[in-house]
């Protein structure tokens, strides 16, 4: 009668193997060449340039390999913003963005999203470089756009260029940037710890900006330190930068130098900063 369960025992051994050699597939290879190679973007959806997108659409990244979740947050940027914090959730080699709670994307909209270089995959290596996908939930793409350059001593976070429409500006352009906030009027002047820019754009490691994907008109512009990751400007917390009032996306323009200042401090301190208008 013993050998039945000695037979028994090795087969609970031989299970017992078979699923600790199964689960051991799932960590990366402990031999072979060290893993130094980036993830990338592999598709998107929407399709880049696609317009007539509905308003519920999802939008999806798929990468040439599994990405890590912890890299997630704070590694999508979306222009034009909503309020909230837009969520950014990794599934495997996708990355999936979700608009905040009861946001649908705005009609007759043109959308640029950009996965940050902070995205990387299983080994830690980061993406280097950002990638955008643009659409519109409209007829076709607006194809205005400024770029520039942010300078700043001793940066504390991403420097952030921001555009919010200039002229005439009514309920139906101007969004509070707290959905719940009541009776918002909007002043004469953008006021950036009130209301939703239109347009975002996050400078590269040299100060360079670009905010594309904007319809032909005069916008105000404003910079800032976005020191905790909200791509949203947070007075008291983070210094900032305000432009002309009314920059015209236009073929030539004047380069106005812009002061940085921590706005809760007195007296003020400053530094440098510069804006240089696009040249078509």
């Known amino acids: 009668m013993e050998p039945r369960p000695r037979l028994a025992r090795v087969a609970a051994a031989l299970c017992a193997a078979l699923v600790f050699a199964r689960c051991a597939h799932v960590e990366p290879p402990s031999g072979g060449p060290e893993d130094k190679t980036p993830p990338s973007v592999a598709a998107v959806y929407p399709a880049p340039g696609q317009t007539r997108i509905p308003a519920d659409a ?17 590694s999508v940027l979306l222009s034009p913003p909503y309020a909230g914090r837009v969520r950014a959730e990794v599934d495997g080699d996708r990355l999936v963005v979700r608009l905040p709670a009861g946001e649908r994307l705005r009609p007759a909209t043109t959308h ?27 007829d076709a793409l ?22 919010y429409a200039s002229g ?27 209301e939703l820019p239109l347009h975002v754009a996050a400078a590269d490691t040299s100060g360079r900006f670009r905010a594309d994907g904007a319809a032909p008109g005069a916008y105000a512009l404003f910079a800032f330190e976005d020191v905790n990751g909200n791509f949203a400007f947070d007075i008291g917390l983070e210094r900032a930068a305000t432009g002309p ?17 921590r706005l809760d401090t007195l007296p003020l301190r400053t530094a440098e900063v510069a804006f240089e208008p696009a040249v078509h």
């Open 245 to 261: 009032e009314a920059l015209a996306l236009a073929p030539s323009a004047t380069a106005p130098d812009l002061r940085l200042t």
């Open 142 to 163: 607006d194809t205005a756009f400024a770029e520039g350059r942010l300078t700043v001593q001793a940066a504390r976070g991403p420097l952030v260029a921001a555009l």
């Open 58 to 74: 999802a939008i999806v990244f798929q990468f040439t390999e599994w990405i890590d979740r912890s890299a997630a947050r704070g």
């Open 168 to 194: 005439m500006r009514d309920a139906a352009t101007v969004r509070a940037l707290n959905p719940r906030e009541s009776g918002f009027t909007p002043a004469p002047l953008p006021e950036p710890w009130r």
């Open 112 to 138: 640029d999203v950009t996965v940050l270089p902070g995205v990387r995959d299983l080994r830690g290596n980061p993406m280097g470089a950002p990638f955008t996908l643009r659409f519109s939930t409209g």
